[in-house]
């Protein structure tokens, strides 16, 4: 079954710091890029990162940039997402999404940055 | 935050076409595909439309996607009560390099 899930969502204080993992199985991989992207309680979608498939090319979007870092293990098939220096505004429900458009998307993890 | 624009709301009544619009500019709907995606309450998004028009398997013909300039839009036809939920649209963005997001619209079926 071609799934994507994500973990490592929880509660965090201001300032802090987690990791998430969106684990795929079902298909090849290392084939697809993926995307990270968050969507704040009763909010729209927002993007969040992008990394190729041998994780050469990597974006970010700018509420991001400095504070998180994208990375991925093809022999684990898993990409990874180190959120630190978090913040109440990055709170929100993070999914990660296969290749092009997003053809996979998996159920999400919650993120809730709080004091 | 959205650089793509869309109405907040739309509605028809069952059997009804229903048109969702996505207004954006050049380094984004302007050079870039268009991708529109479908959220049902409590869910995740799914992907509806890829490269401005095409349908994932799975996706029903009623949905039609279509891109002119800088704006593209959602057609919903024979309008299901199955279809009420939020519907976004989203295209790389050049300038920023990232992917863009629409405000989203909620479809409601009268």
């Known amino acids: 079954q071609v799934q994507l899930v994500e973990s490592g969502g929880g509660l965090v204080k201001p300032g802090g710091s987690l990791r998430l993992s969106c684990a795929a199985s079902g298909f090849t991989f290392s084939d697809y890029y993926i995307n990270w992207i968050r969507q704040a309680p009763g909010k729209g979608l927002e993007w969040v990162s992008h990394i190729s498939t041998g994780g050469s090319t990597i974006y970010y979007a700018d509420s991001v940039k400095g504070r998180f870092t994208i990375s991925r293990d093809n022999a684990k098939n898993s990409v990874y997402l180190q959120m630190n220096s978090l913040r109440a505004e990055d709170t929100a429900v993070y999914y990660c999404a296969r290749g092009e458009g997003g053809d996979i998307w998996g159920q999400g993890t919650m993120v809730t940055v709080s004091s | 935050q959205s650089v793509l624009t869309q109405p907040p709301s739309a509605s028809g009544t069952p059997g009804q076409r229903v048109t ?91």
Do not use: H, M
């Open chain 2, 20 to 110: 969702i619009s996505c207004s954006g500019s050049r380094s984004n709907i302007g050079s870039n595909y268009v991708y529109w995606y479908q959220q049902l309450p409590g869910t995740g998004p799914k992907l509806l439309i890829y490269r401005n028009n095409q349908r994932p398997s799975g996706v029903p013909d009623r949905f039609s996607g279509s891109k002119s300039g800088t704006s593209a839009s959602l057609a919903i036809s024979g309008l299901r009560s199955e279809d009420e939920a939020d519907y976004y649209c989203a295209a790389w963005d050049d300038s920023l390099s990232g992917y863009v997001f629409g405000t989203g619209t909620k479809v409601t079926v009268l």
